[in-house]
C-alpha cells in the first residue's frame, strides 16, 4: 500500500526535477538572437551578447530561482505552523520591515555599499531583523510562544511598518516617492552576482533546516497538544522555524524588495499535486518555486518588450485569483491535511 501511495509522489517530484531543470537551462537562451546565442556557444570575449547572457541573464536566472525557492518553502512552513494555507511569508511583517529599512534609505538620499552589500540591501535586511525581533519580542512577552500571539504581533508590526513607509512617502519628493514605491513592486531587474552571494548564505541555512524540520512540520497539521504528547518541543521548534524563515525571507526581500503570493500559490498547488507530507512536500515546493518565480520573471520581461514589468506585479496579478479562488474552496477554514 506505500509502494502504491509512494509510486505517483516519485513520479511528481521527478517531473518536477525536470520543470526546474529545463526552467534553469533554457530561460536564460529565451530571447536570444541567433547570431547572439551562436557567439555564447562559442564562449567568444568581448562579444555584447555574451556578457549579457554571463553578466544579466545567468545571475538574473540564479537570483529567481534562490528567491522563489526561500519564498515558496518560508510560505509551507508558515501555512504548517497556522495550518492555514493562507498564510503567506509576509504574514508576520518581515517584508515590510524590510520595505521600511529601503523607504529610509531613499528618502535620507544615502548611497553606499559595505562590506561588498549595497547600502539598500543593507538597510532593508536590518529592517527584517528590526521587525524579526520586534515579533519575537512581543511573542515572548506572553509564555509559551503561542501561535495566536505570534500571529497578532506580526499583523501589528505589519500595521506599524507599513503606515511608516506612507508617512516617509508623505514627506518625500516626487523622485524618492517614486523610487519607494518602485521597490516596493519587487523586482529581478538589477540583480547580479553580488545579488546571488548576498541571498545565497541565509537561503541556503534557512532551506538546509527547513528540511531537517519536516517531520515536526507533519507534527504541527496533527495539532500543537498531540504534537507536544508525541516528544516534540512546540515552542522551541517554532522558535527556530521562525528564525530561519524570516531570516531567509528578510534575506531575499532586501535584495528583490517584496515579491507576494509566491509563499502562499506555490506550496498549495504542489500540496494538491503531491499532497501534505512535508517530507515529499518541501523538496516539491523547493523546485517548483525557483522554476515558478523564473518563469513569472520572463513574463515580466516579455509582455510588454523592450519595456519591462516588475516581477512582483505579475506574480501579483496571477496571486489575486488565486488567494479569491481559495476563499471561494473554503480553504482558509480547512485543515492542511
Known sequence: MREERGRPRRVVMIWMALLALAVALLVPFLGMRTIGLESVLRGER????????????????????????????????????????????????????????????????????????????LFAFLGALLSIGLVYGLTRVKKGFSTATMLLAGVA?????????????????VIHSFRIVRWL???????????????????????ALVLCFTRELNLFLTGEELAQSRGMDVPRTKRTLFLATSLMVGGVVAVCGPIGFVGMMVPHICRLLIGADHNWLAPATLLFGGAFL?????????????????VGVITALLGAPFFLWLLLRGESEKGLL
Open 157 to 173: 508590526v505589519n500595521f506599524l511598518f507599513s503606515s511608516s513607509i506612507l508617512f516617509i512617502q508623505y514627506l518625500s519628493g
Open 294 to 310: 523564473a518563469l513569472c520573471d520572463i513574463l515580466s520581461r516579455t509582455l510588454i518588450a523592450p519595456a519591462e514589468i516588475p
Open 46 to 121: 568581448g562579444d555584447p551578447d555574451s556578457f549579457i547572457f554571463w553578466n544579466l541573464r545567468v545571475p538574473r536566472l540564479l537570483a529567481s530561482l534562490l528567491a522563489g525557492s526561500a519564498l515558496a518553502l518560508s510560505g509551507m512552513t508558515f501555512q504548517a505552523m497556522f495550518r492555514n494555507s493562507l498564510a503567506t511569508p509576509f504574514t508576520l511583517g518581515v517584508a515590510s520591515g524590510a520595505s521600511l529599512g529601503a523607504a529610509i534609505y531613499v528618502r535620507l538620499g544615502l548611497s553606499f555599499s559595505l562590506l561588498g552589500l549595497s547600502g539598500l540591501s
Open 185 to 207: 513592486m519587487g523586482s529581478l531587474e538589477n540583480t547580479g552576482y553580488r545579488s546571488v552571494w548576498e541571498m545565497l548564505p541565509l537561503v541556503a541555512g534557512g532551506v
